[in-house]
Every structure is written in structure tokens, then in C-alpha cells.
């Protein structure tokens, strides 16, 4: 069993940065990648950001160049630096984690709305 906390969402205008912050606990040692979705009101979950044990890292498509996840040393924790923000990231950030044995877990998420 993996637990998942988010924080650091927020309300913030166009341009601005947020740090969205998830931590990990339970069985952690068998975490194998850590990652960010995002859903949006009346859209489907859509990968954001997300890391593998060996550092590779892969983006969707429409935050490239302005989103950034990383892990802590501790390795139980994810952040994704989000900076030049648009009103079209508004939507529910949730973090992810997949166990080496092909389990998935997901945390509650938090709120990020881009709004002036």
C-alpha cells in the first residue's frame, strides 16, 4: 500500500508559478515511477509530468518547456514546478505512483486555478 499527499495548490494569475509538492508513505521502496495528471471540469485525465526511478522524464505535450518534475532525495517525494501559467491549466492536480509490481495509486488531488 502507497499513500499519496498533494500540496501546493492555488489560485494564481496568468504567468504566474505554483510548486505543486507530493509526498509518499507506506511502501515506498517498491515505487518504481512517480508522476503528475491533471483533469480538468469536462475532460479526461491527462498525464502532466513524470519520473522513473533512473531520472528519465516524460511531459505532455502542452506543458513542455514551462512545467518541470523532480524528486527529492528522499525519493518519497515528487514536485512539479509549474511556471508561465495559462487559464487552460486550471484543473484538479493528482499524483501518481507505480509499484514495481504493477500497482498504481493516486492521491486525492489539489486544485490549481489560473485565473486573473
Known amino acids: 500500500q502507497v499513500q499519496l499527499v498533494e500540496s501546493g495548490g492555488g489560485l494564481v494569475q496568468p504567468g504566474g508559478s505554483l510548486r505543486l509538492s507530493c509526498v509518499a508513505s507506506g511502501s515506498i521502496i517498491v515505487i518504481n515511477a512517480m508522476g503528475w495528471y491533471r483533469q480538468a471540469p469536462g475532460k479526461e485525465r491527462e498525464l502532466v509530468a513524470t519520473?522513473?526511478?533512473?531520472?528519465?522524464?516524460e511531459y505532455g505535450t502542452s506543458v513542455k518547456g514551462r512545467f518541470t518534475i523532480s524528486r527529492g532525495n528522499a525519493k518519497n517525494t515528487v514536485y512539479l514546478q509549474m511556471n508561465s501559467l495559462e487559464p487552460e491549466d486550471t484543473a484538479v492536480y493528482y499524483c501518481?505512483?507505480?509499484?514495481?509490481?504493477?500497482?498504481?495509486?493516486w492521491g486525492k488531488g489539489t486544485l490549481v486555478t489560473v485565473s486573473s
Open positions: 519520473i522513473i526511478s533512473g531520472g528519465f522524464t
Open positions: 501518481n505512483a507505480k509499484l514495481i509490481t504493477g500497482g498504481i495509486y
